[in-house]
């Protein structure tokens, strides 16, 4: 059983460019959400995807969006780099139905370092 | 502004003893809680969760939440060396909320 996968791993940017980092579900989720984790701190809720729209969104600027496909898969992009946007990139997928209590469980994450 | 709460530590305690680590939070309407384990340059690993007030035990881990008091703490028994890493506390602040809130994490250290 899989469980949740992301790519790349690392990535290096300068700042004002643009990137988009990536995410599969464990087997048998149907719901992503995104985090970011800077050093030394909790992560930081980005948004969350189910059925392919985003249902709950935290406090990030609009340069931060996202996608859901068909198959639960899920995007990150951000526009505008910048060099605070440096971290840790977390995706996370959770039982389905969505409904009420369940389990998040995180990917191996994606390094990004704006330069 | 509602939070969850974690003293960043660290903590250290000996091989073989128990450790006690932490974590309140601000909405009593909160109703899932969980600990993660993170060891350094990776992800975070879910090691318990808990939804009623009262103990959970899994193998040398047991969760306590006590919801009047606004606390969830994770007791680590026999601690290990492979034990040292940061743990985080997340918490649904808000009832059904889907979105856990992640405290700041406490770096545990088992020395030999």
């Known amino acids: 059983d899989a469980g949740v996968t992301q790519s790349p791993t690392h990535l290096i940017k300068t700042r004002g460019q643009q990137v988009t980092l990536r995410c599969s579900p464990k087997s048998g989720h149907d719901t992503v959400s995104w985090y970011q984790q800077a050093l030394g701190q909790g992560p930081q809720f980005i948004f969350q995807?189910?059925?392919?729209?985003?249902?709950q969104r935290g406090n990030f600027p609009d340069r931060f969006s996202g996608h859901q496909f068909p198959n639960y898969s899920s995007e990150l992009n951000v526009n505008a780099l910048l060099l605070g946007d440096s971290a840790l990139y977390l995706c996370?997928?959770?039982?389905?139905?969505?409904?009420?209590?369940?389990?998040?469980?995180f990917g191996p994450g994606t390094r990004l370092t704006v330069t | 502004q509602k939070e969850v709460e974690q003293n960043s530590g660290p903590l250290s305690v000996p091989e073989g003893a128990i450790a006690s680590l932490n974590c309140t939070y601000s909405d009593r309407g909160s109703q899932s809680f969980f600990w993660y384990r993170q060891y350094s340059g990776k992800s975070p690993e879910l090691i318990m969760f808990i939804y009623s007030n009262g103990d959970k035990e899994d193998g040398r881990f047991t969760a306590q939440l006590n919801k009047a008091s606004q606390y969830v703490s994770l007791l680590i028994r026999d601690s290990q060396p492979s034990d040292s890493a940061t743990y985080l506390c997340a918490v649904n602040l808000e009832g059904g909320s889907y979105i856990p809130t992640f405290g700041r994490g406490t770096s545990l250290i088992v020395h030999p």
């Open positions: 995807y189910y059925e392919e729209e985003e249902r």
């Open positions: 996370a997928s959770s039982s389905p139905g969505g409904a009420g209590v369940y389990e998040q469980y």
